[in-house]
T-cell receptor, first 116, second 112 residues
Framework: EAQVTQNPRYLITVTGKKLTVTCSQN?????MSWYRQDPGLGLRQIYY???????DKGDVPEGYKVSRKEKRNFPLILESPSPNQTSLYFC???????????????FGPGTRLTVL | QKEVEQDPGPLSVPEGAIVSLNCTYS??????FMWYRQYSRKGPELLMY????GNKEDGRFTAQVDKSSKYISLFIRDSQPSDSATYLC????????????FGGGTRLMVKP
């Protein structure tokens, strides 16, 4: 089954404790992206990747890191989480980086993160 | 002021009604306009996209873009309870997937 998986789905942590949210897609997609969703603010892009070893900042990259060492995986790293990073996080992928805005982006199920 | 404004709702309509969902924006460089649907506890899914101004129809859904007014709309005809979801507009000045700007979403409830 074609899908985007994220782990963990729920995470409660404390300020300053490094964490990684994994994202994996099995569709051989070029483009992958991370978003955070906060009430009333819609989705805001954190980082995106056009292909292996090619990543770039989105709208709200501060406090986050990503890597794309393999085509299928795009982990999101919070080196020192803070309470303002409490949010719902979505990973997404689409087939072609050239048409990533208008191609169907397949979203993962979301990770609800709480930073105390 | 946010770059993309969308009434959060909730918008409650009876089954069979015509629904109109709207977004306004301020960045005149936006050329690609998308509508996403998000069911509760799920990720968003792309419904439709439009390039530049004009209309696009897909089944019961019609997307309209008026660039002169910086206003986009999604119409749903013969609305069904299964259309109950949050609808997010999104827009970009390019098709490369970067800097996709989303509205806050409108929650729609279609009552049987």
């Amino acid at each position: 089954e074609a899908q985007v998986t994220q782990n963990p789905r729920y995470l409660i942590t404390v300020t300053g404790k490094k964490l990684t949210v994994t994202c994996s897609q099995n569709m051989n997609h070029e483009y992958m992206s991370w978003y955070r969703q906060d009430p009333g603010l819609g989705l805001r892009q954190i980082y995106y990747s056009m292909n292996v070893e090619v990543t770039d900042k989105g709208d709200v990259p501060e406090g986050y890191k990503v890597s794309r060492k393999e085509k299928r995986n795009f982990p999101l790293i919070l080196e020192s989480p803070s309470p303002n990073q409490t949010s719902l996080y979505f990973c997404a992928s689409s087939l072609s980086s050239d048409r990533a805005s208008t191609d169907t982006q397949y979203f993962g199920p979301g990770t609800r993160l709480t930073v105390l | 002021q946010k770059e993309v404004e969308q009434d959060p709702g909730p918008l409650s309509v009876p089954e069979g009604a015509i629904v109109s969902l709207n977004c306004t924006y301020s960045n005149s460089a936006f050329q690609y306009f998308m509508w996403y649907r998000q069911y509760s506890r799920k990720g968003p899914e792309l419904l439709m996209y439009t390039y530049s101004s004009g209309n696009k129809e897909d089944g019961r859904f019609t997307a309209q873009v008026d660039k002169s007014s910086k206003y986009i709309s999604l119409f749903i005809r013969d609305s069904q309870p299964s259309d109950s979801a949050t609808y997010l507009c999104a827009m970009s000045d390019n098709n490369a997937g970067n800097m996709l700007t989303f509205g806050g979403g409108t929650r729609l409830m279609v009552k049987p």
